[in-house]
């Protein structure tokens, strides 16, 4: 199971940290990833980190803006989100899979409820 956490309002320009626990003792040997849907978009990649947080890739629109992490020993992963601009308001997912790092929603195993991040001009 995984909660996503953190997300909220924030002005344009301002900074944002998502959380996702992870339940389950296996959580260091799964790659995740964050991926957003906005409003009246498609699903979209943002960021994905291996298992043991040593690779880690980030979408063109959130590269130098975004960062993602991990601590294995709290079973949760980060994405520090700064600079937000309003087109990064969406509804953050985190997600969980078994192999490598990927970009593809689809190769996922687990996917978490999402959490939703507003950015105002």
């Known amino acids: 199971q995984l909660v996503e956490s953190g997300g909220g309002l924030v002005q344009a320009g301002g900074s944002l940290t998502l959380s996702c626990a992870a339940s389950?003792?296996?959580?260091?040997?799964?790659?995740m990833g964050w991926f957003r849907q906005p409003p009246g978009k498609e699903r979209e990649f943002v960021a994905t980190?291996?298992?043991?947080?040593?690779?880690?890739y980030y979408a063109g629109s959130v590269k130098g803006r975004f960062t993602i992490s991990r601590d294995n020993g709290k079973n949760t992963v980060y994405l520090q989100m700064n600079s937000l601009k309003p087109e990064d308001m969406a509804v953050y997912y985190c997600?969980?899979?078994?192999?490598?790092?990927?970009?593809?929603?689809?190769?996922?195993?687990?996917w978490g409820q999402g959490t939703e991040v507003t950015v105002s001009s």
């Open positions: 997600a969980a899979r078994r192999r490598g790092i990927a970009a593809m929603g689809s190769s996922y195993d687990y």
């Open positions: 389950g003792r296996t959580f260091s040997s799964f790659a």
């Open positions: 980190i291996s298992s043991s947080g040593d690779t880690k």
